[in-house]
């Protein structure tokens, strides 16, 4: 599998060659606007981009790559933001080591190498009687796009609260987008309002409107297990649980604990999730697997929206 790393630097190009070769992927490299779009004959499975580059910005390469396979490095906030309505799969700081490149090549092996799983369906008589009282997001890497599509701009009639693992100084930003308030490690009382969990930190329901920080260490935080298993204790079968894209299983262990108490789980189909770790770590648990728009008519029947 091809990746292509588009970047002016080489100390960068040389940290992503070395780390993604060790792991065995054939790693090609580019300097400039001109040269990212010349590799592009070279059929590249996953991009790595800078976007200041000498000759221009790296969104011209977006025009001629689906941005669902890109993967961006950048600490600007508005950058940040535009690539990740642009649909692209992440954004993350440059490495400074080899360290700094846990999350990509977990990125990297998501991406290109799928687990497969089976779309499951629920009849639609099912949606109609429902009627949550808490809506859950468990969402990491490729799902920002979605949440825009999914929460921007929409009225909620009931509390939702968003677990997403991204960057910690652009959560306020990204609430914003999202018409969300944040909730910061302190924890604080939920009603009826969109809700974005501040990164780098756990919580849990500790009552039925009350959110605290959790001590538990996990690889990713906030973690989404924690947040549905604690809420699904409390909202019982009023729980509705939403998985998005993202890397890994995280969100299986909380979306079986909904379940558990006759709450219902949905998780985006394989054909919209950019990265399906996720979504495919809850086939045979969730109810349904959607596309976005699938996913708004379900909240409309259930009258979040």
Same mark, same amino acid.
């Given at each position: ?30 300097? #400039?606007? =001109?040269?990212? !779009?010349?590799?592009?004959? $070279?059929?590249?499975?996953? /991009?790595?981009?800078? &976007?200041? %580059? ?88 490729? #799902?920002? =796009?979605?949440? !825009?599509?999914?929460?921007? $701009?929409?009225?909620?009639? /009931?509390?939702?609260? &968003?677990? %997403? ?141």
């Amino acid at each position: 599998m091809r990746v292509l790393v588009v970047d002016d630097s080489p100390f960068v190009r040389g940290v992503v060659k070395s780390v993604l070769s060790k792991e065995g992927f054939e790693v090609l490299t580019a300097s #400039s606007v =001109k040269e990212g !779009i010349e590799m592009l004959n $070279e059929n590249p499975d996953l /991009i790595i981009l800078d &976007i200041h %580059l000498p000759d221009g910005e790296g969104f011209e390469i977006l025009k001629y790559y689906p941005p669902e396979k890109v993967l961006v490095f950048s600490s600007d906030k508005d950058i940040a933001l535009r690539a990740l309505e642009l649909g692209v799969l992440d954004f993350l700081p440059k490495p400074q080591h080899p360290g700094d490149m846990a999350k990509v090549v977990l990125l990297a092996r998501e991406v290109l190498f799928p687990e497969e799983g089976k779309p499951l369906k629920i009849p639609t008589a099912q949606k109609e009687k429902f009627r949550p009282e808490i809506v859950l997001v468990g969402a990491s890497s490729g #799902s920002p =796009k979605s949440l !825009i599509k999914i929460f921007s $701009e929409k009225k909620v009639n /009931i509390p939702v609260i &968003i677990c %997403l693992h991204i960057q910690k100084y652009f959560a306020e930003s990204f609430a914003e987008r999202l018409g969300a308030k944040v909730i910061y490690p302190e924890g604080g009382t939920i009603s009826v309002d969109k809700y974005l969990l501040y990164p780098s930190t756990n919580y849990r329901f500790v009552s039925k409107y009350t959110i605290k920080e959790d001590k538990t260490d996990t690889p990713f935080k906030p973690s989404v297990d924690i947040i549905f298993s604690s809420a699904a204790k409390f909202f019982k079968d009023k729980t509705l649980g939403i998985i998005l894209s993202g890397i890994g299983k995280h969100g299986q262990k909380g979306a079986m604990e909904i379940k558990n108490f006759n709450g219902k789980v949905l998780a985006q189909d394989k054909r919209v999730a950019p990265v399906w770790g996720m979504p495919s770590a809850v086939v045979g648990i969730a109810d349904e697997f959607l596309t976005d728009e699938g996913i708004i008519k379900s909240l409309e029947d259930w009258g979040v929206f």
